[in-house]
């Protein structure tokens, strides 16, 4: 059985017995993994400490060709996250790329781009980085990775464009925008305004980094937190729980 080697980030941490845990690492090279991690919790050993909640580390494991744990047996500490030492709101928002890293993903499906873009997110959390430009960031670059970016400017009934002037339809079960000729019938329907609509274009255009000068008002950013949540909530079976935390925030 061979050793693999990745960085990765430490997504989740349970307890497995008063000297080992169970780790959830998503890795840059082999996605999302569990792994037991024995002697972790020893005051001396092969991890020195390096398994946080939100650390990024060299990691060496061995992979299991069963659905059983793989093996962690060495992680070396790259760089801790510090943010929450002084700032809870920046820690929450941390908890939060941990989330959606382990719940829009499946394990051993690697996605190398999205690993930059949360180790990115982390450490501009763990600086002076806007907490809600960078949680909004994120989460349009975790749904355009994963292939759930809902349409923005084109109709998901008849693929027309859709102009972002006074009040949009969005269709949280059809993934997107709607003309005015598409939108009778459709269940579960908001209506977003249009600065709403530009901001998520802002931010979900990777083309561009022009989204780090961009303030988001609060009136607007309670009003996509409740299409995000809404949305992301229909896409995972299930509300996040970090959601609530969101909708406290604002610039």
């Not at 005051?43 to 939100?54: M, R």
């Not at 000729?181 to 802002?202: F, H, M, N, Y």
């Not at 008002?217 to 996040?240: C, F, S």
């Amino acid at each position: 059985m061979a050793a693999e080697k990745s960085l990765a980030i430490v997504v989740r941490m349970v307890e497995f017995s008063e000297t080992s845990l169970v780790v959830s690492l998503f890795t840059r090279d082999f996605g999302k993994i569990g792994a037991l991690a024995k002697g972790a919790r020893r005051p001396k050993s092969a991890f020195e400490g390096a398994l946080d909640l939100l650390s990024v580390c060299r990691v060496v494991f061995l992979h299991k060709s069963t659905d059983a744990l793989d093996l962690l047996t060495e992680a070396k500490l790259v760089r801790r996250f510090r943010a929450g030492a002084r700032d809870l709101t920046r820690l929450y928002a941390g908890y939060y790329v941990a989330e959606l890293l382990d719940e829009l993903t499946h394990p051993g499906d690697p996605h190398p781009d999205l690993y930059d873009a949360a180790e990115q997110a982390l450490a501009e959390l763990d600086g002076a980085g806007s907490v809600t430009a960078v949680a909004l960031r994120f989460e349009m670059t975790a749904l355009r990775i994963l292939g759930h970016m809902p349409s923005l400017s084109e109709c998901v009934g008849c693929g027309k464009p859709v102009e972002a002037v006074g009040r949009v339809a969005f269709g949280m079960l059809e993934g997107g925008v709607l003309c005015p000729d598409c939108r009778p019938g459709k269940r579960q329907v908001v209506s977003i305004s249009a600065e709403g609509v530009k901001t998520l274009q802002g931010f979900a255009d990777a083309t561009t980094e022009a989204w780090r000068g961009q303030t988001v008002h609060p009136k607007i950013w309670g009003e996509l937190r409740g299409v995000l949540n809404h949305y992301l909530a229909n896409l995972l079976g299930k509300k996040p729980k970090l959601h609530e935390f969101l909708g406290t925030l604002a610039e």
